[in-house]
């Protein structure tokens, strides 16, 4: 029998670093799950991304049992680690901090398939390439797709 669903929570993590305190206990204690069973279990499951901030998506149950499924990191998370930037351009229409090539928004964008909700290679690269572009992000070159 299939157990009755009482919500989702959505929370980002990083990698090998869930612990009780904010916002991961509050979340979960809330709710009624026990925290520290999973952030042990959390931590086993990442901790081979470690450091790297992770969305996680806990689906809890009436009988207090959740499950939980590890996103990959966001796009802008990993821009600014391609980038080696602190974070992205206060002003991104008229500052620029970085540039990138079409074959390393490829790579992001192959890496974040699972996660996105379009069906080619060439959207997601787009996809990724807007992201760039809000964060002041520079992407060089002519479009490899169509």
């Avoid at 809330?30 to 998506?57: E, H, W, Y």
Wanted: hydrophobic share 40%; net charge positive.
């Amino acid at each position: 029998m299939a157990k009755e669903v009482a919500g989702l929570i959505k929370l980002q993590i990083k990698g090998g670093a869930a612990n009780p305190s904010p916002p991961v206990g509050p979340a979960l204690g809330s709710k009624g799950i026990n925290i520290m069973d999973f952030c042990k279990a959390f931590n086993a499951r990442t901790q081979d991304k470690a450091g790297k901030v992770l969305p996680v998506v806990i689906t809890y149950y009436t009988d207090k049992s959740y499950d939980f499924v590890v996103k990959t990191p966001p796009v802008a998370v990993q821009l600014l680690e391609v980038t080696k930037q602190k974070s992205g351009s206060a002003q991104p229409n008229r500052k620029k901090v970085a540039k990138v090539t079409w074959d390393q928004v490829r790579a992001i964008a192959q890496d974040k398939m699972p996660d996105l909700n379009c069906f080619t290679i060439e959207s997601a690269m787009t996809l990724v390439a807007g992201t760039a572009r809000s964060m002041g992000i520079t992407v060089e070159g002519e479009f490899p797709g169509k």
